[in-house]
C-alpha cells in the first residue's frame, strides 16, 4: 500500500471514531517514511481526540518541525493548547495557521473561541461570526458561536443559533444540552432582573 492509500484509510477509521486503529496505520506510514509530516499529523490529531494530550503535542511538534509552515499541524496544536485552557499560546499558534491559510472556516472557529476565552470576548465573536458566514451549516462552529454568546449573556440570541443547529442536525446532543441550559439561564437571569 502506498502512503496515500494508507493516509486515506486512517483518516476513514479517525472519521469513525476508531482512532486506536488509525494510530496503528499512522505508526506504519512513518516506519516506510520518518518524514511523513501528514502521519505526525493523523497521529496528534487521532491522539487529541482520545485526550493524550502530551502524545497529541510530541507528533503535532515533530510534524512543525519537518514542516513549520503546515496549517492542519498548527491549527490541531492551537487546539491542543485551547483545550488544555493555554489561551494565550492556542491564540499565538492559530494566528500563525490563519496566516498561513487565511479564510479557513475551522481555523477561524477555533482562534475565536480563543480569543474570546482569553478575554477579546468582542473580537472572539467577531471571528466566530466570521467563520459562520464562511460555514454557515457547520454546527460546530454555530455551537461555538452560541456557547460564547451564552457567557456574554446574550440568551435570545444564544437560543436562536442553537435552534438553527437543530435544524440542520436534529441528533446534536450538544445543541441539546446548550438550548436547555441557555433557556434555563435566560428564565433565572429574567427572574433576578425583576427581583433586583
Known amino acids: ?3 496515500d492509500s494508507l493516509l486515506k484509510e486512517a483518516d476513514k477509521l479517525k472519521l469513525q471514531g476508531r482512532h486506536d486503529e488509525a494510530i496503528k496505520l499512522s505508526q506504519k506510514m512513518l516506519m516506510m517514511d520518518l518524514d511523513f509530516v501528514d502521519a505526525y ?11 493524550q494530550y502530551d502524545e497529541a503535542k510530541k507528533a503535532l511538534k515533530h510534524a512543525l518541525k519537518l514542516n513549520p509552515k503546515s496549517p492542519n499541524a498548527l491549527y490541531l496544536l492551537g487546539f491542543l493548547y485551547s483545550s488544555l485552557g493555554d489561551f ?6 492559530l494566528e500563525i495557521a490563519n496566516n498561513v491559510q487565511p479564510h479557513h472556516p475551522e481555523i477561524l472557529r477555533c482562534l475565536g473561541w480563543s480569543i474570546f476565552h482569553s478575554g477579546e470576548r468582542k473580537r472572539g465573536l467577531v471571528i466566530l461570526e466570521r467563520a459562520r458566514a464562511m460555514s454557515p451549516y457547520d454546527t460546530l462552529i454555530i ?3 452560541a456557547v ?8 435570545d440570541t444564544t437560543i436562536a443559533l442553537l435552534e438553527s443547529a437543530l435544524k440542520i442536525e436534529p441528533d446534536n446532543e450538544k445543541a441539546k444540552d ?3 441550559t441557555a433557556k434555563f439561564f435566560k428564565k433565572e437571569f429574567e427572574k433576578l432582573k425583576k427581583e433586583s
Open 41 to 51: 499529523e493523523e497521529l496528534g490529531d487521532n491522539y487529541l481526540s482520545l485526550h
Open 1 to 3: 500500500m502506498t502512503l
Open 143 to 145: 455551537c461555538d458561536l
Open 88 to 93: 494565550e499560546r492556542s491564540v499565538e499558534t
Open 178 to 180: 446548550c438550548l436547555s
Open 148 to 155: 460564547c454568546y451564552l457567557n456574554d449573556r446574550q440568551f
